[in-house]
Nanobody, 125 residues
């Protein structure tokens, strides 16, 4: 049973930084793609970034490109999202997700098979 547990959310001022972590267990992650999504109240869950577990190749949404960095640590079975230059509009619940089946970068929620519980990120202006 794949489990994803996020941590690292919190309150930060605009312009600040946060690093989210996602601890993964229970799966054969070498073939997975891992993603981060975010959701604000009343809005759809939006794609943020994705990484291929094996090669470490990455893909970002235009809204975070140049500010956020996704990475993974194979030894720790963990995925990270370094968020710099945070803006009030980045405020959301951030979710870690694992795609075990499509074998490519997925940007839709339906592309992902497993989800964490989410971690709140709040950016004050």
């Amino acid at each position: 049973q794949v489990q994803l547990v996020e941590s690292g959310g919190g309150l930060v001022q605009a312009g600040g930084s946060l690093r989210l972590a996602c601890a993964a267990s229970g799966g054969t992650f070498s073939t997975y793609f891992m993603g981060w999504f975010r959701q604000s109240p009343g809005k759809a869950r939006d794609f943020v970034a994705a990484i291929g577990w094996r090669a470490g190749s990455t893909y970002y949404s235009d809204s975070v490109k140049g500010r956020f960095t996704i990475s993974r640590d194979k030894a720790k079975n963990s995925v990270y999202l370094q968020m710099n230059s945070l803006r009030p509009e980045d405020k959301a619940v951030y979710y870690c997700a694992a795609d075990a089946s499509t074998m490519t970068f997925g940007t839709r929620s339906n592309d992902y098979d497993y989800w964490g519980q989410g971690t709140q990120v709040t950016v004050s202006s």
